[in-house]
């Protein structure tokens, strides 16, 4: 056996998510309040999936083929919603559109 090699454990730190100036609750309050608009943005984003879906629909329906805008767009709209579930749970501190980059 090696008398050299230390047997404690290491006890890691969990990193700070809040490394700026602002106290710890004025930054939760403020994740809050993303929290807050983020919610309302997703349940518009909602209204509006729904609405795609419907036109989507009705594109197939009378034009045999799928509108590719849509599609694309509904691909981005996913990636938007996913991001915003992640966020408000707190799965990440990165905010999606519109501050960041839409599509992204």
């Given at each position: 056996m090696n008398d050299d090699v230390n047997e404690d454990p290491i006890e890691l730190?969990?990193?700070?998510?809040?490394?700026?100036?602002?106290?710890?609750?004025?930054a939760i309050w403020m994740r809050g309040l993303f929290m807050i608009v983020f919610g309302l943005l997703f349940a518009l984003a909602e209204t509006v999936l729904w609405v795609?879906?419907?036109?989507?629909?009705?594109?197939?329906?009378?034009?045999?083929?799928?509108?590719?805008?849509?599609?694309?767009?509904?691909?981005?709209?996913?990636?938007?919603?996913a991001r915003v579930a992640k966020f408000q749970t707190g799965a990440t501190e990165d905010k999606p559109f519109p501050w960041d980059k839409w599509g992204a």
């Open positions: 730190e969990e990193p700070d998510r809040f490394d700026d100036d602002r106290s710890v609750p004025e795609v879906a419907l036109v989507q629909f009705l594109w197939m329906l009378f034009a045999k083929e799928k509108n590719e805008l849509l599609t694309e767009f509904g691909v981005d709209l996913g990636k938007w919603l």
